[in-house]
């Protein structure tokens, strides 16, 4: 390898690899860079842990004139028989160094190089990437140049492991920032957060559809069941709205024990009202359909299970609240009050959707009076509608 080419290489890694806009740009120009240094690289990984409930990990997989793959990996990954039989598994778990020649009787003990040596690779190399917190990242290299890498080659590729870790370090903190924000606090806030609207009363005033339900009989059934019990409920039970709340559109402000917050933005320059409470309608129908079907079996019962949703569409107030170095992120207002109030109502009518005059008005057909009713902290009734498919359970 050219010594002064690998040396601007480390001075690249060194400076933020900032040609690099994304990941996969990253994986691809260090690649080029290196294969026009005079390495024979036939096919490099980089293979990151992170931190995210469901994802265990991302993969970059760069192969000669082809783009980056982006891969991610799942927790059930540490246990299976391709991990734990693999070069990587030593990585992570010890932070050391593999290197096979594949020709090697030792390779074979390996079936990942056994897929390698179909390919015609000559050399493998797997290298960790220790992050300055004690964590280990992976990276792999493979040649299929005949007698494989040279010492030389070894020596240039090791040297440059400690800028790229803290490149991958770095861009694995601000993906790691990124996800945790979006799991606890939505992608739409989170965003704002990370753009700097970090400070108590830095809000905005925004026009949305509000969602907000609780689960039917919570407080009996915290009561008769273990704790551990009633966690695993409720998660299964959010999981029945979550979903079809991302998908169309809306985002989970808040868990308020059985209770779920969520709001869906409305565009102002282009007022697309009637688009937006369409698709929080359909959310709400595909979450009636999900908890309905919902069954937990405790002992030689089954339990079924009710909720109740309120939906209403108003200007509300959205950004930081809180206390001294503790903020919240969510949103206030009466359009948020008045939805919490219909909520209740929908609990006394043994309904499981009900809507405001306001949000009803917005979707044509399918509601049916129900009447007005007084408001608590209000200062006139408010008409309440319910779904005309809806039989209500006494």
């Given at each position: 390898m050219n010594p002064q080419d690998l040396k601007q290489i480390a001075e690249w890694l060194i400076d933020g690899a900032r040609s690099a806009v994304t990941p996969p740009q990253m994986m691809a120009q260090i690649c080029e860079r290196l294969a026009g240094a005079g390495l024979p690289l036939w096919r490099a990984?980089?293979?990151?842990?992170?931190?995210?409930?469901?994802?265990?990990?991302?993969?970059?997989?760069?192969?000669?004139?082809?783009?980056?793959?982006?891969?991610?990996?799942?927790?059930?990954?540490?246990?299976?028989?391709?991990?734990?039989?693999?070069?990587?598994?030593?990585?992570?778990?010890?932070?050391?160094?593999?290197?096979h020649r594949i020709d090697d009787p030792e390779s074979k003990r390996f079936?990942?190089?056994?897929?390698?040596?179909?390919?015609?690779?000559?050399?493998?190399?797997?290298?960790?990437?220790?992050?300055?917190?004690?964590?280990?990242?992976?990276?792999?290299?493979?040649?299929?140049?005949?007698?494989?890498?040279?010492?030389?080659?070894l020596s240039g590729l090791r040297s440059l492991m400690p800028p790229l870790a803290r490149v991958v370090e770095i861009t694995d903190q601000r993906r790691k920032a990124s996800i945790l924000l979006d799991t606890y606090v939505?992608?739409?806030?989170?965003?704002?957060?990370?753009?700097?609207?970090?400070?108590?009363?830095?809000?905005?005033?925004?026009?949305?559809?509000?969602?907000?339900?609780?689960?039917?009989?919570?407080?009996?059934?915290?009561?008769?069941?273990?704790?551990?019990?009633?966690?695993?409920?409720?998660?299964?039970?959010?999981?029945?709205?979550?979903?079809?709340?991302?998908?169309?559109?809306?985002?989970?402000?808040?868990?308020?024990?059985?209770?779920?917050?969520?709001?869906?933005?409305?565009?102002?320059?282009?007022?697309?009202?009637?688009?937006?409470?369409?698709?929080?309608?359909?959310?709400?129908?595909?979450?009636?359909?999900?908890?309905?079907?919902?069954?937990?079996?405790?002992g030689e019962t089954i339990e079924r299970f009710r909720f109740g949703v309120a939906l209403h569409v108003g200007k509300i107030l959205y950004g930081n609240i809180g206390g001294g170095n503790r903020l919240d992120f969510t949103c206030i207002g009466p359009a948020v009050n008045l939805a919490a109030r219909l909520e209740k109502i929908a609990g006394r009518l043994n309904r499981t959707i009900v809507a405001s005059a306001g949000f009803a008005g917005m979707c044509g057909g399918g509601w049916t009076d129900l009447g007005e009713f007084p408001i608590a902290g209000f200062s006139k009734a408010e008409r309440v509608y319910g779904l005309t498919d809806e039989t209500p359970v006494g």
């Open positions: 990984g980089v293979f990151v842990r992170t931190l995210h409930p469901d994802v265990l990990g991302f993969n970059f997989i760069w192969k000669p004139g082809a783009e980056v793959t982006v891969g991610s990996a799942d927790f059930d990954l540490l246990e299976s028989p391709e991990f734990r039989n693999s070069p990587l598994a030593i990585v992570f778990g010890k932070g050391r160094e593999v290197r079936p990942f190089l056994d897929d390698m040596r179909a390919e015609g690779v000559t050399d493998y190399i797997a290298l960790p990437l220790l992050a300055t917190d004690g964590s280990v990242h992976a990276s792999s290299w493979t040649t299929k140049h005949q007698g494989g890498f040279s010492d030389e080659q939505g992608n739409r806030a989170g965003e704002r957060i990370l753009g700097g609207q970090i400070r108590r009363g830095h809000t905005e005033t925004m026009h949305a559809a509000i969602w907000l339900s609780d689960l039917r009989g919570f407080t009996a059934l915290s009561d008769r069941l273990p704790a551990e019990t009633v966690v695993d409920i409720l998660n299964r039970y959010f999981d029945c709205q979550v979903s079809s709340i991302r998908t169309h559109g809306g985002e989970v402000l808040k868990f308020m024990g059985d209770g779920l917050l969520a709001v869906f933005p409305i565009a102002e320059q282009d007022r697309n009202i009637e688009q937006v409470c369409a698709r929080v309608l359909e959310a709400a129908h595909e979450s009636r359909t999900s908890v309905e079907a919902m069954q937990y079996p405790i």
